[in-house]
């Protein structure tokens, strides 16, 4: 398999892959200063088609893009100390790190970061590129729309619909509806700013 992203969100995936059992054929990165990685190669490309990429990229735009601008098999990485539930769905590319609760119907999107010890309640829907980060409670119901990034030890309560490319603060508790684009801080959380209404000024 190939890697691309050869940072620290890559070294992470890479050991879940080798706890996987999967053969690391390389790590793909442009920067090109790095020549290797442990005992893996980084090089700057990977052979068209490639049939076992996965993009380790903390970064949604980015995510979004190169998942867009290349033609492969991008594969699922579970790490063995997840509970993923088997009525739950999800998409190509996308990751759950160590400790992380997937619960019964929840709804994961394509090229999703389920981070260390990260919660995911029943029946929630996680849309495509989104990130939750180490120690996020989501309870159930909860919708986190496309390119959201929630915060480390953030919690979301039951219901409550996350637009889309919106970022929660670290340790925010949100107890209403947040609206596309917006940045939302604190326990309970309030809009910071809202980069679609064009006020990002705070």
């Known amino acids: 398999m190939y890697i691309i992203g050869a940072g620290g969100?890559?070294?992470?995936?890479?050991?879940?892959a080798?706890?996987?059992?999967?053969r690391i054929y390389s790590f793909v990165d442009a920067n090109e200063a790095l020549t290797s990685l442990w005992v893996y190669p980084v090089t700057p490309t990977f052979p068209e088609n490639s049939n076992r990429v996965v993009i380790a990229?903390?970064?949604?735009l980015v995510r979004k893009a190169i998942s867009s601008a290349f033609d492969a098999q991008y594969i699922c990485l579970f790490h063995p100390f997840t509970q993923?539930?088997?009525r739950s769905t999800i998409?190509?590319?996308t990751v759950v790190i160590g400790g992380a609760v997937i619960n019964a119907n929840a709804s994961i999107g394509r090229h999703v970061i389920v981070n260390t010890n990260s919660s995911v309640g029943h029946d929630a829907c996680l849309e495509d590129f989104v990130h939750i980060a180490p120690n996020v409670a989501l309870a159930g119901h909860v919708h986190i729309g496309e390119g959201t990034f929630v915060g480390m030890g953030a919690s979301v309560l039951p219901g409550v619909q996350i637009g889309k490319w919106c970022v929660i603060g670290a340790g925010a508790v949100v107890l209403e509806?947040?609206?596309d684009g917006a940045?939302?801080?604190?326990?309970?959380?309030?809009v910071?700013?809202?980069e679609v209404a064009n006020d990002c000024s705070r």
């Open 57 to 60: 990229i903390g970064d949604n």
């Open 9 to 16: 969100h890559g070294k992470v995936v890479a050991e879940v």
């Open 84 to 86: 993923i539930s088997t």
């Open 177 to 179: 509806n947040v609206p």
């Open 192 to 194: 910071l700013c809202n």
């Open 18 to 22: 080798e706890l996987l059992g999967e």
């Open 183 to 190: 940045k939302v801080v604190g326990n309970p959380a309030k």
């Open 91 to 93: 998409g190509e590319g």
